[in-house]
């Protein structure tokens, strides 16, 4: 069964950094396109960044020059390092795996931007 298992969310503040990794298991994880969403209470999940198996990226308005998104096909991870994060940027941010009609997700981190 396929796993994507996100980590490094946590508390900062405003203004601070942070990178999250989502590790990937029993995937062929170079032929996917992966992704970051996030979803903050209240709100639907949205696209915070994609990159494409031949590594091509794409970002949200609301994350460009601040967030980038990279992949390691050797160490089967995704990243994503947040800088200049706002209180706005605050949600639980999941993994996404995708590839044709396949889907998969991880269970996501907290990441709380707070003073």
């Known amino acids: 069964q396929v796993q994507l298992v996100e980590s490094g969310g946590g508390l900062v503040q405003p203004g601070g950094s942070l990178r999250l990794s989502c590790a990937a298991s029993?995937?062929?994880?170079?032929?996917?396109?992966m992704g970051w969403y996030r979803q903050a209470p209240g709100k639907q999940r949205e696209l915070v960044a994609t990159?494409?198996?031949?590594?091509?990226?794409d970002y949200a308005d609301s994350v460009k020059g601040r967030f980038t998104i990279s992949r390691d096909n050797v160490k089967n991870t995704l990243y994503l390092q947040m800088n200049s994060l706002q209180p706005g940027d605050t949600a639980v941010y999941y993994c996404n795996a995708q590839k044709v009609i396949y889907s998969y997700w991880g269970q996501g981190t907290q990441v709380t931007v707070s003073s």
């Open positions: 029993r995937i062929t994880f170079s032929i996917y396109d």
């Open positions: 990159i494409t198996s031949g590594s091509s990226t």
